[in-house]
Nanobody
C-alpha cells in the first residue's frame, strides 16, 4: 500500500530555515509527480510546490517563490522541501502528496508535519 511519511517540521523563529522530508513507499516513486501542500490554522489546504517525476520541472506558489526549494531523490524514494527565510505566515501543517492519480487511481497524503514560525 502507498505510504507517505513526513518529517522535519518544528518551531523556528522568523528568518530561520527548516527542511522537510517525505519518505514514500508502496509504489514506483520515480513514476509520480510529487506535491507539497500546507494548511494554515483555520484555513483550507493549498498547494505550495510540486516537482515532476524526474525532477526536471518545478512549480512554486507565489507566496514561497525564492524562499522554498523542492527536490527529490528517486534512488531513496524521498521528497524534500527546503524552507528558508521563514515568515510567520508560513505557519501551517505541511503535507506531501502523490501527484499522479492516473497512475495510482487516487491521491495519497502523508500524515502532515507541523511548522510553526514565531516572530
Amino acid at each position: 500500500q502507498v505510504q507517505l511519511v513526513e518529517s522535519g517540521g518544528g518551531s523556528v523563529q522568523a528568518g530561520g530555515s527548516l527542511k522537510l522530508s517525505c519518505a514514500a513507499s508502496g509504489y514506483i516513486f520515480s513514476s509520480c509527480r510529487m506535491d507539497w501542500y500546507r494548511q494554515p490554522p483555520g484555513q483550507a489546504r493549498v498547494l505550495v510546490s510540486f516537482i515532476s517525476s524526474r525532477g526536471d520541472a518545478t512549480y512554486y506558489a507565489d507566496s514561497v517563490k525564492g524562499r522554498f526549494t523542492i527536490s527529490r531523490d528517486n534512488a531513496k524514494d524521498t521528497l524534500f522541501l527546503q524552507m528558508n527565510s521563514l515568515k510567520t505566515e508560513d505557519t501551517a501543517v505541511y503535507y506531501c502528496a502523490t501527484g499522479c492519480p492516473d497512475y495510482l487511481g487516487s491521491i495519497y497524503w502523508g500524515q502532515g508535519t507541523q511548522v510553526t514560525v514565531s516572530s
